[in-house]
């Protein structure tokens, strides 16, 4: 009977690690890692926290920091930000509530960027077929900056999903949170205004933020039909150039 072959330390180790940094390995933590963030929110209502039960004893630049903080993980979380952002106006006012919710909004999506792209982008690049999927892609890419610019400025994207897309596109950090920063500031301070507001609702600045935001939504689906229009018509077809007859035949004689 022939000795078994001597395994080399550490082999059981390097497999398991292997494993487990498979790309198919991280996609299944980065869905169990979702799916766990979406039950939470389910089960305890964050966002209630952070509108009526936010510690009234904290007061100054420490609360504005740490509501940031509690806004950016909440978003990563899928609270909805526009509940966040009227609770930002409501507890800090127009000026401290936007700082607050546009530093949360940027936290927010740099937390779902890194889970996206560590864990989800080498699994899911692959799955990128059809028309509208690669030309996402091919957008996100290649005009990184000013495609995500204009997604912040029209709402018509989920959040959520605009930082999964471009986790899985190769766009790179600092476009992608710049983008954000710059094209979540209309829509934000249009919330936190009329949520700073709420308590006189026929106040020209909550009625300018909340015809702010009808408009924006209105322009946002406008801009959406557009575009689906444009991706479902049909590509024209290439034009092939008809070859030259050889000489002498049909010709005349």
């Known amino acids: 009977m022939l000795a078994p072959v001597p395994r080399p330390p ?23 890692v979702l799916l766990t963030a979406a039950a ?7 966002q209630r926290l952070l ?7 904290s007061d100054g630049t420490g609360a504005v920091m740490l509501f940031g903080l509690a806004y950016g ?19 800090f006012g127009s000026a401290y509530g936007l700082t607050a919710a546009i530093a949360g909004t940027v936290l927010g999506a ?11 982008q080498d699994a899911l690049r692959p799955m990128l077929r059809g028309r509208w999927l690669t030309a996402a892609d091919g957008q996100l890419s290649r005009h990184g900056f000013r495609s995500m610019l204009a997604i912040r400025l029209f709402p018509g994207v989920p959040f959520a999903a605009a930082n999964y897309c471009a986790a899985v596109s190769r766009m790179k950090y600092v476009p992608f949170l710049v983008a954000t ?12 205004v009329a949520g700073a507001q709420a308590g006189e609702p026929g106040s020209p600045a909550f009625l ?12 946002a689906a406008v801009v959406a039909w557009r575009k689906r229009h444009h991706l479902r018509a049909p590509a024209p077809a290439p034009v092939v150039a008809a070859e ?4 002498g035949v049909g010709g005349p004689r």
Not at 73 to 91: D, E, I, Q, S
């Open 244 to 247: 030259p007859e050889p000489a």
């Open 110 to 120: 740099g937390i779902s960027f890194t889970l996206g792209r560590f864990l989800g």
């Open 73 to 91: 993980v909440c978003t990563a979380a899928f609270v909805p930000r526009p509940v966040l952002n009227l609770a930002a106006g409501a507890l």
């Open 181 to 192: 920063a710059l094209g979540s500031v209309p829509n934000t301070a249009a919330y936190v």
């Open 40 to 46: 939470l929110v389910v089960l305890y209502e964050p």
């Open 208 to 219: 300018a933020s909340a015809g702010f935001i009808a408009l924006s939504m209105a322009a």
């Open 10 to 32: 550490g082999s059981l180790a390097v497999r398991c690690s292997r494993a487990l940094l498979a790309p198919r390995a991280r996609l299944s933590l980065l869905a169990l």
């Open 51 to 57: 509108s009526s039960g936010w510690p009234r004893q």
